[in-house]
């Protein structure tokens, strides 16, 4: 079974309107950590945003948070007033496991239209 | 502080050749991370190192070695390279507390032919 399953391989969000990245884990551990990370077309890897398992309050960072939903399993992302610069792959991220075992999901191609 | 830094940038290998990827972190972090990422596949973990003296299987280890050299020092091997094993690597570090936030090389990006 995947760990993590981000089900929009690509989304298309009008300048300044929001958008909702989805993404669902799978895991029996009771703490891990869930993870956003962007990745621009020059492909570096860029830390957006984190949310540990036994944080009760959705994580948020500027324009970036995190709709956590743990009877779910579901951790989406949640982008306010896109920009023309959000325009990216997401990766949905989770960390599990007594060595910290980190996995990936296939990630959302996000385009933002002018 | 240059962060996580990876050598080579690009790298042609022919099949049956064998290389080493170097990564160096010079935030005293304790785990280090290596992966690769092919198109639609996402980032998959080939081996990792929680703490210095420690190395442990990922996802997709086969064809693959690793060496945690020191804390700052995380090197992958080909040994035998084929042409699956072409991707871009990346090498990863975190620390074992906190958000356990994951700080990225920029790549390596290997063909194999």
Not at chain 1, 70 to 82: D, G, P, W
Not at chain 1, 95 to 105: D, L
Request: proline share 4%.
């Amino acid at each position: 079974a995947q760990k993590i399953t981000q089900t929009q391989p690509g989304m298309f969000v009008q300048e300044k309107e929001a958008v909702t990245l989805d993404c669902t884990y799978d895991t029996s551990d009771q703490s891990y950590g869930l993870f956003w990370y962007k990745q621009p077309s020059s492909g570096e890897m860029i830390f957006l945003i984190y949310q540990g398992s036994y944080d009760e309050q959705n994580a948020t960072e500027g324009r970036y948070s995190l709709n956590f939903q743990k009877a779910r399993k579901s951790a989406n992302l949640v982008i306010s007033a896109s920009q023309l610069g959000d325009s990216a792959m997401y990766f949905c991220a989770m960390r599990e496991g007594p060595g910290n075992q980190f996995y990936f999901g296939t990630g959302t191609s996000l385009t933002v239209i002018p | 502080n240059a962060g996580v830094t990876q050598t080579p940038k690009f790298q042609v290998l022919k099949t049956g050749q064998s290389m080493t990827l170097q990564c160096a972190q010079d935030m005293n972090h304790n785990s280090m991370y290596w992966y690769r990422q092919d198109p639609g596949m996402g980032l998959r973990l080939i081996y990792y190192s929680a703490s210095e003296g420690t190395t442990d299987k990922g996802e997709v280890p086969n064809g693959y070695n690793v060496s945690r050299l020191n804390k700052r020092e995380f090197s992958l091997r080909l040994e035998s390279a084929a042409p699956s094993q072409t991707s871009v690597y990346f090498c990863a570090s975190s620390e074992l507390a906190g958000s356990y936030e994951q700080y990225f090389g920029p790549g390596t990006r290997l063909t194999v032919t």
